[in-house]
Structures are given as structure tokens and as C-alpha cells.
């Protein structure tokens, strides 16, 4: 079965894609260029700066709020958010606010 995806926010170039993927243990975040094809910048709840001892849920707020800064220093401020298929609640929406509170705008 084919997938149907939106192609207006690939095609568009005048921002970058924030890409999320969510599994049942980690979430993955990363902003694209399309234009090139490169990924800029990413993150991942596995890395050692975010505790493994919080939820998923504020485990997913620190994602979002590690590469709001880390976007920051690359003079990134707007966003398209392409969450796919995920609904914008729970680990999604936290991470969403991290980016937010971290001033991103999307």
C-alpha cells in the first residue's frame, strides 16, 4: 500500500522540515534542509545529557528543548513541524514545547 504524504511541505524550501520519529522506547527529532538534502541539525532521547530516569514524556521536552539550542547557534528560528502519521499529543506535544520554549517557531 502506497503512502500518502504531503508534498507541499518537501517541496516548499524557503523553511527547513523538523522530522520526527517516535518508537515505543525513544523519540528522534532532526531539522532538514530540502533544498540539499542534508540534515542540519538532530537529537535523539538516547544521548547522556537527557536523564533516563524521567518519563518519556519529559524525556521527549528535553529532546525538543537540546536542539531548540542546538538550532540556535545555526540562526535557525522557523520550522515546518512534520510529525507524519503521530497524533500532536503526548510525546509529540512535549516535544513541541520544548522547541518552543526554546524559541523556535513552527
Known sequence: ???????????????????????????YAQIIDDSCGKTLVSCLS?????????????????VGKLLGLKSKKLNIK?????????????RIKALADGLRNAGLEF
Not at 520526527?20 to 523519540?27: A, D, E, L, T, W
Open 46 to 62: 538516547k544521548t547522556s545529557i537527557i536523564s533516563k530516569k524521567d518519563n518519556k514524556v519529559k524525556q521527549s521536552y528535553e
Open 78 to 90: 522557523k520550522l515546518f513541524f512534520d510529525k507524519k502519521n503521530y497524533l500532536y499529543h503526548g
Open 1 to 27: 500500500m502506497k503512502k500518502k504524504y504531503k508534498n507541499s511541505i518537501i517541496n516548499n524550501t524557503s523553511r527547513f522540515r523538523l522530522s520526527v520519529f517516535r518508537s515505543n522506547k525513544k523519540i
